[in-house]
């Protein structure tokens, strides 16, 4: 009973209900798509950056194909949606309910057979079966649309031009009841996630990413934990993978299945922090906002520096300094934005 | 073993079946040759090294531009004198085999050594090398793709006894197996192979034994940017085109190669390479979409029934 009063005096409570309050009202906030578009994408990948977590911060395994599912989630969509025009809400479910089921028995099956030799042959296999699901998906044209990808439209109310009349002066779009669900899905899965790392299986999990073997001395099947874990991750990066195709009305091998989203993700892990879920939104927001940015001071640094080629194209290789900044921040703060302010606070509580 | 890649020749008419040996052997050596160096520095310092692609990439360009400055110089790469063909070409891998070796030695040194024995650290850390690198490529030779320079003799094909062979895969093999004979015999036969090979096996050991083992990993390492960078000047011929991005799409096969192999084992990652090289080529002619599947099915079955491999430990 105790600690359910303390919690509303724990600033973290409060910070994640502003932090929720900030996502609620952000169509009101800011009137402009792109803000809107930026802070989605911040919603979606920050979910899908945590459900990486359980696999990588709390089970302590390397998956380097997480984003295999994303795509698997943002092409049901596409496929059902756009290629065979299955244009309605039972589909739409339908479509996130086959890519949850097929992610799970997928990656069922990728980790019985690579987790029960070495946890680094994870790495390996879930790479090269991201890279293949990548060729396979550009080359599908039929099913895939091929490098184009596949557009499509959304039913009923969550269209792009559907419109309900104005609220509070912000004009009732599909594209605002379509962030608000994708808000509210990804509310959930937040919340799922954190029951999941804090039941009695996430406990386990944690058990043997500190120390596998006493986790196999206390009787654990350590693998089939670890199986569990990834499997269970994989599902939600395939809800989080459809929400991002809801939302981009759009899915090609590019946007959903390549290679430098999963760089994007491990950016995200790794500047947010391992093992604490919510550094997922830190690191995303990071990422996205920076990006957002990008294009403005390219522009500023070519109206400095004109007549510099060199200089122009160092600054369009945004890339090389989040290479350099990965390098960096894995020397400098391993644990991550959160995990190093966690670190401290704590570290003040026990002064 | 030998007798699954005898199969296909009940689908493919027998010459047809030699063309596509020859060019499967082709690729299977060349992959030999990135997979190897990523094998052994796995199985000396068990580091995944995901920035080999980008090593890869890198001796590709290295050997380009070694190319074009000693055509441009000497005008060898375009006489018709097949020698001078010849050393312009090996003069440009030995170029980009030196050069890569000592970018290797640098990211050993300065990114990875610093994290040595954290699996987790160290794949972000190779991760961020990669990009790194691959970035360094589009700042310096720009991001688009360049045709590679072809010596003119190893251009066209040879028509032996009715089989039509291109040349230039004829070569490709020849330099890799000199390549895996002398890394064999390397590792087999001197002193400084056997507490390589010893390394792979215990490296603490060897350290107890008065060897400084992190000189050894620097080496390794060295060794094995160089493999990978002959590799991709080697594919760059054999394509004829460069882009920053092609390490991205090697490491994937490399990884495949090394686990059908046997982490850290020479004679495993030539015979892992063969195989895929060889299936690669026979499904792409049967059914060309299916090419790839070929090797993700080869790693799976490879996994199920031997996991560690098909050579295990050193060999």
């Known amino acids: 009973m105790r600690e359910k009063e303390d919690r509303f005096k724990n600033p973290y409570f409060s910070l994640k209900i502003l932090l929720l309050a900030f996502f609620l009202l952000t169509p009101f906030l800011f009137r402009s798509f792109e803000i809107l578009d930026v802070v989605l994408k911040i919603i979606i990948f920050s979910a899908l950056v945590a459900s990486y977590d359980v696999i990588l911060g709390y089970t302590g395994i390397i998956s380097l194909g997480h984003v295999l599912y994303f795509g698997i989630g943002s092409y049901f969509v596409g496929i059902f949606m756009g290629k065979l025009g299955w244009i309605s809400y039972g589909h739409l479910a339908l479509a996130f309910l086959i890519s949850i089921v097929i992610s799970g028995v997928l990656s069922v099956l990728i980790g019985l057979f690579s987790l029960r030799i070495r946890t680094i042959f994870f790495a390996m296999v879930t790479l090269a079966f991201m890279e293949f699901t990548f060729i396979l998906s550009s080359q599908l044209r039929s099913i895939t649309g091929g490098e184009d990808g596949i557009s499509f439209k959304l039913p009923g109310i969550l269209a792009i031009d559907f419109s309900y009349g104005k609220f509070l002066g912000v004009e009732f779009t599909g594209r605002l009841i379509s962030y608000y669900l994708i808000l509210l899905l990804s509310l959930l899965l937040f919340i799922l996630m954190l029951r999941f790392v804090h039941s009695p299986v996430g406990r386990v999990l944690i058990s043997i990413r500190d120390n596998e073997q006493r986790s196999i001395a206390l009787g654990y099947r350590t693998y089939l934990f670890q199986v569990i874990a990834s499997s269970f991750a994989s599902c939600v990066a395939a809800v989080t993978g459809g929400c991002f195709a809801m939302w981009v009305c759009y899915v090609s091998p590019d946007s959903s299945l390549s290679v430098p989203i999963m760089l994007d993700v491990l950016l995200m892990v790794i500047v947010g922090g391992m093992g604490t879920i919510y550094g997922g939104i830190f690191g995303a927001a990071f990422l996205m906002i920076t990006r957002a940015f990008l294009p403005k001071l390219q522009v500023l640094i070519a109206s400095l520096l004109p007549g510099v080629p060199f200089a122009i194209r160092l600054s369009e290789r945004w890339l090389f300094y989040f290479g350099l900044l990965f390098i960096l921040i894995v020397y400098f703060f391993p644990k991550g934005v959160i995990g190093t302010a966690q670190e401290i606070i704590s570290r003040k509580k026990a002064a | ?315």
């Open chain 2, 1 to 315: 073993m030998i007798a699954i890649f005898l199969l296909p020749i009940l689908l493919i008419s027998p010459k047809t079946y030699i063309t596509l040996t020859i060019s499967g052997l082709a690729m299977g050596m060349l992959l030999f040759l990135v997979s190897s160096g990523f094998s052994l520095i796995f199985g000396l310092m068990s580091v995944l090294n995901l920035a080999h692609g980008a090593l890869f990439a890198w001796g590709a360009y290295l050997g380009f531009t070694a190319f074009s400055s000693i055509d441009k110089w000497t005008g060898w790469g375009g006489s018709s004198s097949i020698f001078t063909n010849m050393l312009i070409f090996l003069l440009s891998l030995v170029a980009a085999g030196i050069g890569v070796a000592i970018l290797g030695v640098v990211t050993e040194r300065l990114v990875i050594r610093p994290v040595y024995g954290s699996h987790l650290f160290q794949i972000f850390i190779t991760v961020g090398a990669m990009i790194v690198m691959e970035e360094l490529i589009r700042i310096i030779w720009g991001p688009n793709d360049e045709p590679m320079p072809v010596p003119i003799n190893f251009i066209g094909s040879l028509d032996l006894f009715d089989v039509v062979v291109s040349k230039y895969p004829l070569i490709a093999i020849v330099i890799g197996l000199i390549l895996y004979f002398i890394v064999f015999t390397i590792l087999r036969t001197t002193r400084l192979g056997m507490i390589v090979r010893a390394g792979v096996e215990n490296p603490e050991m060897v350290q107890v034994m008065g060897h400084n083992v992190y000189r050894y990993f620097t080496g390794v390492f060295a060794a094995g940017s160089a493999l990978a960078a002959i590799g991709g000047g080697m594919w760059a011929t054999f394509v004829k085109s460069i882009n920053p991005a092609m390490g991205g799409e090697v490491i994937v096969f490399a990884l495949i190669v090394a686990i059908i192999g046997g982490l850290g084992s020479m004679t495993g990652s030539v015979v892992g390479a063969l195989m895929v090289g060889l299936s690669y080529n026979y499904v792409a002619y049967l059914i060309p979409k299916a090419a790839l599947g070929i090797t993700m099915l080869l790693l799976v079955v490879i996994l199920l029934i031997r996991p560690t491999g098909l050579f295990p430990e050193g060999t």
